[in-house]
């Protein structure tokens, strides 16, 4: 048997392949493009079955894994801290090259196969609600960015406009900025010009013409020296961002809802408490992946994040927070807990027992955030939706006697 070790970079790679002895077998580097992609893919199928080549990889991620994975190599993702710290193994020498990196990569995936843990091919669905919510996630934040830019603006410039309805991304606040980008061209304003305006709109938030008309008149004066026309432009440019990021996220949540009606694992989860469709997609897409390697429930906490790391050496005995952990499958199910616990009792119940324990919201949500990925966990495991009815009757209190 042989084992691969490829040391990967952005511009050049370098490829080791060992025998069952140690030995190497070949060593070459390749260029990252398509053809140099290519070549080692048919160099390493000289050896026979994918399958039965393993490789090992810095990284879990990327255009390379993907690329091994779908020519059906077993692909074994080593961290680079654990990397570095086994460095000592091969020799005290701080000397280091990417052909002698993807030496060390093969020969640990040679002694050590049986402790590593191999990435497998994740669902072509799961991966594309993982990719349409995470750049949601972008885009959201970056919606928010621009609208505290935008408020800044209008602070130093148009202050009255930045307080004239709830949200300044809504889109009656984005077409008054379009329509009035500056102080000047809202000089003749008046109740029925703004009635009129906000009928164009179909305006729905209950205020009348008056009413905005008064605010805008009881708002502090711009000291801004800077001319009409500048501040013209810095308004409207502004607006054209945030514009294009609200547009930008409706789509892609069109898209994800599309996405999870067609996706075979929305029906097993959809019925959780207070999951809407944006979390929903966050647990299929950041869960998923770790449901489909065949995790086990206390595995699939650690890895959320929902789990403690306990430390206990002599008298020493520790439990603290976990901060290895998949971030954004973190937040989901965070997320998800908290809103639980208002809408359903079991959930409310765990978390209050953990608070009275003494634990702290963040630690109480977490608690029950890993009683909620053994639900998830048991119900991807059987394939049956979670049902409320039947859930609620195996964790009814008994009553007391």
Known sequence: MHTVGWDWGSQRHAVTVLDESGATTQRWNLSHTEDGTTTTLRRLAAYGDPAQLPVAIETSKGLVVDRLLAAGHPVVAIHPGAFTAMRPRWGSSRAKSDAFDSFMLADLLRTDAPHLRFLAPTEPTTLEIQALSRQRSDLVAARVSAVNQLRALLEAHWPGAARLFSHLDSDISLS????????????????????AFLRRCR???????AELVERLRQAPQPASRIGRHTVTVLITTQVEQVRALVRGIAGLEAALSKALDEHPY??????????????????????????????TADQLAAEVGMAPVTRASGKVHTVGFRHSANRAARKAMTHFADNSRHANPWAEDLYQRARDRGKRHPNAVRILGRGWLRVIHACWRNGTPYDPAVHHAKHRTPPAS
Do not use: C, D, H
């Open 203 to 209: 305006y729905t938030g209950g205020k009348s013409g």
């Open 176 to 195: 008054f900025l379009e329509r009035f980008p500056s102080p000047q061209s809202a000089a003749k304003l008046n109740p029925v010009t703004m009635t």
């Open 266 to 295: 929305a029906f097993l989860f959809r019925a959780l408490p207070r999951v809407g469709m944006v979390n929903l997609a966050q647990i299929i897409g950041e869960i998923g992946p770790m449901l489909e390697r065949g995790l």
